[in-house]
């Protein structure tokens, strides 16, 4: 992990804009959402990625949701 320090400036509706070669590290683009968390008094701005479909994700339908979540709902109102 790195440690990288910039003074910026607040802009127009209180904008902060990411200086470009930060933003390319860390491979933002426009439209990119971000974590805003205040803590103990400083901004601390997480970049959130999109999670990538993995091979081992399976898809399911609304018919298997159902039928499960409903013999979840018998063993719990049969009490086993």
Known sequence: ?????????IGRKLAIYI????????ELREGDSM?????DGKIVL?????VKRLEFWG????REVEEVGEE????VTEGG
Not at 46 to 50: D, G, H, I
Request: glycine share 0%.
């Open 72 to 75: 979840i709902t018998r063993k």
């Open 1 to 9: 992990m790195s440690l990288v320090s910039r003074v910026v400036r």
């Open 46 to 50: 997480t970049p959130v990625k999109p």
């Open 35 to 39: 974590i805003l968390e205040v803590i």
């Open 19 to 26: 200086p470009k070669d930060v933003a390319e590290s860390l």
């Open 59 to 62: 898809e399911v339908s609304v």
